[in-house]
């Protein structure tokens, strides 16, 4: 089974100055090995007990870090956080943190995921930094999975994805992007910005069922 | 851009939850800016919390739906940065022509207003 969208939030959000932030603009739909990414950027970095729920309200489901990174200048954060068999519906995504920063969030719904969670279900996560006009990080993934990317930096607006745009957002102080994209052996997500410290990091998301064929392969 | 400033709660000390009135965003918008105005003193103060939840509607009148919304701590002495009013942003462009409102929540006494500013 293939990893495949399920849906995208209608709308990412930034706030500013705040500790906790909800986005309920994405909605989990009734598919099979349903998965949920959520992409986070901050401009402290230094921010600090971070705990993301999804429907927060009832479930409260732990949306587990998958990776983060911290740029090279004064400020930029970017986090990857997943979720396996999250709760269908249109529910609240809540990131919640000590002391005050901007976040900027968006979040992404995929069916055809592996459902173990964890490092199975969202391996080969990676980060890159840099001082250029191209932020870019290299996944490796497989045929049938997906991968996703979030990018931070202090100031310059993105453009130019290399792959599908999930979000883009300069409305606070950290601005940053995301893109998702079909899985295959070295997936690059690249983006244009005018030249700055960025931050970006990605993951890997495993199709349900691509261990076990591994696995057989493995045996035979 | 031209923006516009709706004031939708003025300041005034204020406890308990609060509804705003609402804003129909223009068919031409670009960008919706939700902000809690606070006083320097407060935002300076150790303790203090606050939280706003934006909601929208395609008539204004019922079938209220939340959006987004954030939770504020008061930056304490040592501020934060240049002590910045909260405030919140999306895309209403995924919301067109529809009507927002800001939910407040104030668990303590505090002198709180909020502002909706619109570009387009």
């Known amino acids: ?220 | 851009m031209p923006t516009q400033d709706f004031v939708v709660l003025s300041p005034a000390v204020r406890q308990g939850q609060i509804t705003s009135p609402s804003v129909q965003s223009p068919a031409n918008i670009l960008g919706i800016r939700f902000t809690l105005n606070l006083l320097l003193a407060d935002k300076l103060a150790t303790g203090l919390t606050a939280s706003l939840h934006v909601e929208h509607s395609v008539d204004g009148s019922t079938n209220w739906l939340p959006v987004c919304g954030f939770g504020w701590t008061s930056y304490g002495p040592a501020g934060f940065r240049t002590n910045p009013d909260p405030f919140l942003t999306f895309k209403p462009t995924a919301f067109p022509s529809e009507f927002f409102r800001a939910i407040l929540d104030v668990p303590q006494s505090l002198s709180v207003g909020a502002t909706i500013t619109v570009t387009t």
Request: aromatic share 6%.
């Open chain 1, 1 to 220: 089974m293939a990893v495949a969208l399920d849906a995208n939030a209608t709308t990412d959000v930034t706030g500013g100055g705040v500790s906790t932030l909800d986005l309920t603009t994405l909605t989990v739909g009734s598919g099979s090995n349903r998965a949920l990414v959520a992409q986070v950027t901050f401009n402290v970095k230094t921010v600090s007990a971070i705990t993301v729920k999804w429907d927060p309200a009832s479930t409260n489901q732990t949306v587990a870090l998958i990776k983060t990174a911290n740029g090279t200048g004064s400020d930029g954060r970017a986090d990857l956080y997943g979720l396996v068999a999250p709760t269908s519906g249109n529910k609240t995504l809540r990131v919640s943190w000590t002391t005050a920063s901007d976040i900027v969030m968006n979040a992404v719904a995929w069916t055809g995921v592996d459902q173990t969670g964890g490092v199975t279900s969202f391996p080969n996560s990676t980060s890159a930094t840099g001082t250029s006009v191209t932020p870019s990080v290299t996944i490796t993934s497989a045929v049938g999975n997906a991968t996703m990317d979030c990018s931070a930096n202090p100031l310059n607006t993105y453009s130019a994805p290399s792959k599908t745009q999930t979000f883009a957002d300069f409305n606070g102080n950290v601005v940053s992007a995301g893109s998702r994209a079909a899985g295959a052996a070295s997936n690059v997500h690249s983006w244009t910005i005018t030249s700055a410290a960025w931050v970006s990091v990605g993951t890997d998301i495993l199709a349900a069922g691509a261990g076990d064929t591994l696995f057989g392969q493995a045996c035979l």
